[in-house]
């Protein structure tokens, strides 16, 4: 999913929520390993953060408790991405180091899309792996930490049919104003390059009634700001009576009392409709931020990379976003030395930027994936020539962005301010078209929607100050970008 961009969180630590899932808690599950720790380390998405948590939620109702450090854990677990070749190697790093400590007797997971793709092959590759589980199974992690904790050496979760993949019994959110909904799993669109259908599964839908059950749960719990998840998400299809399409579903979360915010990652051009654009001119709850993937500006890339749309009907898109009665702000993915991409292929991708003037742009060398129709093509591009072209294209639009960004200079928007850099005296906050702020301000406002007036601006954030009247109500929001 977008923005495809790698993170590497550190070990999760106590929140202030313990959500719990529409399903029942087993019974019995509760404080099965009271007194015991836990390690866990995330690589990738908003996806995997959120999965993350699930995870978390699960452990937490078994009696575990986290910690910051793996040294002191009695259970490891990696989170794993493997849309990127750089983010499995990483994987398979902190597996060497880990087994380079020796030391305690302990259980060493892999989680998410490397453990799916690998499978049980991943015994062999890391002989010190326990267990080895894809996002499908979370639900089934209770059953597989019992046998793990009844002595079991090796225990697999893999199947990638489970209709309960969305819930597990309990998810720990991990910030207190930001909560991260699942509404889709899987993905269909079989591009060339991805792996995602193969780690992932099929499209799976969730009912609109669990969604919009959780969403209000949320709402009554605090959190401001809710963000849709799925590697397709406006490809959803309600399976349940109401039949609610993604925007009349953006619509339904965006009207919940309480709710200030809602965001929604990542959309796919084939699926992107003008309905989505109205329900965000209609509604200021939406963010007025779309992240687009087109993954390249040549239409002879896009046919070998499988896109199912040309770069003119992904410039159509782009027109009725920009058409909007609100500005909204565009973000995309974009993968250079994709197999067979020439210099006038890159050339074109370079000239896409600036037909669209993205205020955000995720950029990749392409690297070969396991199981996809491109790997049997040939990696032709030479390494060197990935680089270059990488570093043109994020020079490129760098520049794009620092002008888009002085274009903002003397203008006040609304900020939800996300953390405080103590050593700084510096608040950080967010628009709501998604462009990050810096200004002097206190820890205590970390949480609070406030106004702030841009005084500077660099290419990828602003600078400002608290407005006049910088508290912003309920009632006001959505009347900056």
Known sequence: MGSNLVQILPAITMSRSLSTASSPMREGSVGAAKGKTFYLETFGCQMNVHDSEKVAGVLVARGYRPVKNPDDADLILYNTCSIREKAAQKVFSRLGAFRKRGGRDRIVGVLGCVAQQEGEAFFERAPQVNLVCGSASY???????????????????????????????????????????????????????????????????????????????????????????????????????????????????????????????????????????????????????????????????????????????????????????????????????????????????????????????????????????????????????????????????????LRRNQARVGKEFEVLVEGFQARLGQAVGRTTSNQIVNFPGESDLVGRYIRILVTGAGANSLVGVKAARSEVTREEQGAGA
Not at 192 to 213: D, H, M, N
Not at 393 to 401: A, D, G, K, S
Request: charged residues 25%.
């Open 139 to 401: 639900s089934h992690l209770p059953a597989l930490l019992e046998r793990l904790e009844s002595g079991q050496r090796r225990v697999t979760g893999l199947s990638l049919d489970a209709d309960q993949c969305f819930e597990t019994e309990l998810t720990r959110r991990d910030n207190p104003f930001r909560a991260y909904v699942t509404i889709i799993e899987g993905c269909d669109k079989a591009c060339s390059y991805c792996v995602v259908p193969q780690t992932r599964g099929a499209e799976r839908s969730r009912p609109s009634s669990k969604i919009l059950a959780e969403c209000r749960r949320l709402a009554d719990e605090g959190y401001t700001e809710i963000q849709l998840l799925g590697q397709t998400v406006n490809s959803y299809r309600d399976p349940s009576p109401a039949h609610l399409s993604f925007s009349e579903l953006l619509i339904r979360v965006a009207e919940m009392p309480g709710v200030r915010r809602v965001r929604f990652t990542t959309s796919h051009p084939q699926d992107f409709t003008p309905e989505i654009v109205a329900a965000i001119d209609s509604h200021p709850s939406l963010c007025n931020h779309i992240h687009l993937p087109v993954q390249s500006g040549s239409n002879a890339v896009l046919r070998r990379m499988r896109r199912t749309y040309t770069r003119e009907e992904y410039l159509e898109k782009i027109m009725c976003i920009r058409n909007a009665r609100r500005a909204i702000s565009v973000s995309t993915d974009i993968i250079v030395g994709f197999c067979g991409e020439t210099e006038r292929d890159f050339e074109e991708t370079l000239s896409l930027l600036d037909n669209v003037g993205y205020d955000q742009v995720f950029s990749f060398k392409y690297s070969p994936r396991p199981k996809t129709a491109a790997l049997v093509w040939g990696d032709s591009v030479p390494e060197t020539e990935k680089g270059r072209r990488l570093e043109v294209l994020q020079q490129h639009q760098r520049e794009i962005q």
